[in-house]
């Protein structure tokens, strides 16, 4: 270059700068003195689109280009002309060692996104170069001055140490994650996507999303993508989607567009959510509030009809009043047994067994095979066990101190499976048939007709009553209009 006038016509702000410079003051000398080398540099420079800067003599004097200049921000343009510790002090001790380098050795020094420590907005932080140090020598190999190309890649290597951040918080989420382009190809899938799906990564890749997709809704991604074109996010929904081994699963999924680095929607992101088991829950729970709400009018009919019964015809009240209790409290402890079996079924020697616990054990002799029996036969039996015991401890064998009650049933297989089970008393006064049909006895036969879909055979023999009861042994014992049979 000249010293009055570029080299090269209108190069920029520090063509200007450099040209009206005072050279003079500096090691350097003036323009004039400088060896043709560094001149041809400067001239090489100038012009460049390329961030460059020349770090020149033993005090290293920066000229740099205008490409360059917004790289150091505010040290613009101080720091031209100036030996470069004056204007990058904060960094020398790691910059130094480099231009040193180069200087001493001749050798070129190169790096990629080579983090250097900065103020250049009058605040500290970290940015990241792509570096080429090279020497500038004269005609007698002697380095003139280091030729330094630079790339700024700190928006880069930040944007990649997100990436790097999002890949591992998505390979590690328990989510099912997974991407797809627009022509809904599977891009990208997790390991939460792999155990949800039952597909691997490598099964998965470039593959159709719609394999995920049941037939009936093969709609529902087309109309999904057209929104995610749009740049819309699908908000959290619920929806289905095929296991490999075709099962269907209930997922709650999320989708949002995925942007290249232009801003254009080359994709979309999904994040699913395994809801079988919440789904299922949700279904369970709807089943048992409409089998609570269904068994709830069926209690409330029961006592209902208890009471009516009960009362109709009492003389005395209190007397009334003391066997509905007892009846409420038989009906309570049947209630009791089928909490414990979570509301699905009892041991029929437990429900015999509660219903006679207000009586001497060694007065009564409870045998027969362990069998389970359903809610509606707990209550039925718990009730016929009680009226019964009721009885024998107004009337008969309970009443004497030498009375005996047994208690047997047992199973016949054949054609069905069938239970028999037999009240006997012994050991008692004499009784006789009575004159009219109590409230014990309606409900007795009520409830072996209704309830257990079976009947009862009720005998007054001289040595005690006699009971025995035949039902079918059937989880589905069913309901009965226990009101209208009781009254009959």
């Known amino acids: 270059m000249q010293e009055n006038s570029p080299a090269v016509p209108d190069q920029g702000e520090l063509a200007a700068l450099i040209r009206r410079y005072d050279w ?44 360059y200049a917004p790289t150091i921000g505010t040290k613009h343009p101080a720091a031209l002309g100036k030996p470069a510790k004056e204007n990058w002090a904060e960094l020398w001790d790691d910059l ?25 907005h009058n605040k500290p932080e970290t940015v990241y170069f792509d570096i080429s140090y090279s020497p500038i020598f004269d005609e007698n190999g002697r380095v003139l001055a280091v030729f330094c190309i630079v ?66 809704r093969v709609d529902e991604e087309g109309r999904i993508i057209a929104r995610i074109k749009a740049g819309e996010r699908i908000e959290t ?22 942007y290249d680095a232009k801003g254009r929607i080359v994709g979309a992101s999904k994040i699913a959510r395994d809801i079988t088991a919440r789904k299922e829950a949700e279904r369970i729970q709807e089943v048992l509030i409409g089998e609570l709400n269904h068994r709830v009018k069926n209690i409330l009919a029961t006592v209902a009809a208890i009471a009516r019964q009960t009362f109709a015809s009492a003389q005395d009240v209190e007397a009334a009043r003391a066997a509905f ?13 089928l909490t414990h079996g979570n509301w699905e079924a009892a041991s029929l020697r437990a429900v015999v067994s509660e219903a006679l616990s207000a009586y001497p054990t060694e007065r009564l002799n409870i045998s027969g095979p362990d069998v389970s029996i359903s809610p509606k036969a707990v209550v039925a039996i718990a009730l016929i066990v009680h009226e019964l015991a009721t009885n024998a401890a107004k009337y008969g064998a309970l009443s004497a101190e030498a009375g005996k009650v047994s208690i047997s049933w047992k199973l016949e297989a054949s054609p069905d499976p069938y239970l028999t089970l037999l009240w006997s008393e012994s050991g008692g006064p004499p009784v006789a048939l009575p004159s009219r049909r109590g409230f014990g006895s309606r409900l007795i036969e ?3 007709s209704g309830q257990l879909k079976g009947h009862a055979d009720l ?18 014992w069913g309901d009965s209009n226990f009101e209208a049979a009781a009254s009959a």
């Open 325 to 337: 209790d007892a009846r409420l409290q038989s009906l309570a402890k049947a209630h009791d047994l």
């Open 237 to 258: 929904h619920e929806t289905i989607r095929r296991h490999k081994s075709g099962k269907l699963l209930d997922v709650s999924l999320t989708v949002s567009p995925i």
């Open 446 to 448: 009520a409830m072996s």
């Open 459 to 476: 005998a007054y023999d001289d040595s005690g009553v006699r009971c025995l009861i035949s039902a079918p042994l059937d989880v589905g």
């Open 151 to 216: 790339s700024e890649t700190t928006g880069r290597v930040g944007y990649e140490a997100t990436l790097k951040r999002l890949a591992s918080i998505i390979s590690s989420s328990e989510d099912a994650i997974l991407g797809i382009d627009l022509a809904l190809n599977v891009t990208d899938w997790n390991a939460g996507a792999a155990k949800l799906y039952g597909y691997s990564f490598d099964e998965i890749i470039g593959q159709p999303v719609s394999i995920l997709i049941p037939d009936d």
């Open 24 to 67: 003079a003051s500096t090691s350097l000398g003036p323009v004039s003195s400088w060896p043709i080398q560094l001149r041809c540099a400067v001239d090489i420079a100038l012009p460049s689109r390329a961030q460059i800067v020349m770090f020149c003599g033993p005090d290293f004097i920066a000229i740099y280009n205008d490409a």
């Open 96 to 120: 130094e060692p480099l231009l040193r380098k180069v200087l001493e050795t001749g050798e070129t020094v190169f790096a990629k996104d080579r983090p250097f420590y900065i103020e250049r």
